[in-house]
């Protein structure tokens, strides 16, 4: 009985420490990525420029979701240690359980669909360069991923030729590799150069590099940031489960050796 009574204890606090300070904690740190890669106003802008990615919000309101379901699943864990509740114990084992796995899925997902993510930057970012002289926000986050990025068009300064903004003007000022010097247009594309791979915009003061791949390489970075996160968090979450399941075990075996 004694020995019991010891393991359950034992068992009980270090499943409590799991799940109040680790898994709550780390639910909240999901959940405040999740609300910073959601609301914060440079990647609003960046992925504004590639026409509003549908699927990098929807990957950051499921972090958002998993993270406060973690709250409330570690204050379950800790509830259900503090009453000795096998009950309660098996949810929480059951719903960590189901978290492991949509953040494993969610992992494989993204991994998978990198490729798929840079394809629709630079399918969707020319229908803002066409928006660039009609959509003051557009505008907006256009010029800051060229000036950011040091960069110009999708692919290439090109890109400007067929908008209708280069037909009135010229590529935007935000494609100037010297605009931050003089915060006027300091280049000009026209007429029009004969592309090819010996073509050389610095030449013309235009930056020549395209913003696809630099802003592929912003989210992709972000995506990295949380996948380290997530990782850390499994390693958390699989430590609970086991505590969980000792803490079940533990209480029947209690109950099974209590005199009736």
Same mark, same amino acid.
């Given at each position: 009985?004694?020995?019991?009574?010891?393991?359950?204890?034992? +068992?009980?606090?270090?499943?409590?420490?799991?799940?109040?300070?680790?898994?709550?904690?780390?639910?909240?740190?999901?959940?405040?990525?999740?609300?910073?890669?959601?609301?914060?106003? +440079?990647?609003?802008?960046?992925?504004? /420029?590639?026409? $509003?990615?549908?699927?990098?919000?929807?990957?950051?309101?499921?972090?958002?979701?998993?993270?406060?379901?973690?709250?409330?699943?570690?204050?379950?864990?800790?509830?259900?240690?503090?009453?000795?509740?096998?009950?309660?114990?098996?949810?929480?084992?059951?719903?960590?359980?189901?978290?492991?796995?949509?953040?494993?899925?969610?992992?494989?997902? /993204?991994?998978?669909?990198?490729?798929?993510? $840079?394809?629709?930057?630079?399918?969707?970012?020319?229908?803002?360069?066409?928006?660039?002289?009609?959509?003051?926000?557009?505008? $907006?986050?256009?010029?800051?991923?060229?000036?950011?990025?040091?960069?110009?068009?999708?692919?290439?300064?090109?890109?400007?030729?067929?908008?209708?903004?280069?037909?009135?003007?010229?590529?935007?000022?935000?494609?100037?590799?010297?605009?931050?010097?003089?915060? $006027?247009?300091?280049?000009?594309?026209?007429?029009?150069?004969?592309?090819?791979?010996?073509?050389?915009?610095?030449?013309?003061?235009?930056?020549?590099?395209?913003? /696809?791949?630099?802003?592929?390489?912003?989210?992709?970075?972000?995506?990295?940031?949380? /996948?380290?996160?997530?990782?850390?968090?499994?390693?958390?979450?699989?430590?609970?489960?086991?505590?969980?399941?000792?803490?079940?075990?533990?209480?029947?075996?209690?109950?099974?050796?209590?005199?009736?």
């Amino acid at each position: 009985m004694g020995e019991d009574n010891t393991m359950i204890w034992c +068992t009980k606090y270090i499943l409590m420490v799991i799940c109040v300070v680790a898994i709550a904690l780390c639910g909240c740190a999901l959940l405040c990525v999740g609300l910073w890669l959601c609301f914060d106003p +440079t990647m609003r802008e960046y992925t504004y /420029a590639a026409e $509003e990615l549908e699927e990098y919000y929807i990957a950051v309101y499921v972090l958002i979701g998993i993270g406060g379901l973690m709250m409330l699943i570690g204050f379950l864990g800790c509830c259900g240690s503090c009453l000795e509740n096998t009950c309660l114990l098996g949810t929480f084992f059951f719903f960590l359980m189901l978290i492991c796995i949509a953040e494993v899925g969610g992992g494989l997902f /993204a991994y998978f669909k990198q490729e798929e993510i $840079e394809t629709l930057i630079q399918t969707k970012m020319p229908t803002s360069l066409n928006k660039y002289d009609s959509d003051k926000q557009v505008k $907006e986050a256009i010029d800051k991923i060229q000036l950011d990025f040091l960069c110009c068009g999708v692919n290439g300064p090109i890109d400007w030729k067929n908008t209708t903004f280069f037909q009135d003007n010229d590529v935007p000022v935000s494609c100037c590799i010297n605009r931050q010097k003089t915060g $006027e247009r300091s280049c000009t594309m026209k007429p029009p150069p004969n592309v090819n791979k010996d073509t050389d915009f610095t030449s013309l003061g235009i930056s020549p590099d395209g913003c /696809a791949n630099s802003l592929y390489k912003a989210l992709q970075s972000n995506v990295t940031l949380v /996948a380290g996160l997530v990782i850390g968090i499994g390693a958390v979450q699989v430590l609970g489960m086991i505590f969980s399941m000792c803490l079940c075990c533990a209480i029947r075996n209690s109950d099974k050796n209590y005199p009736v």
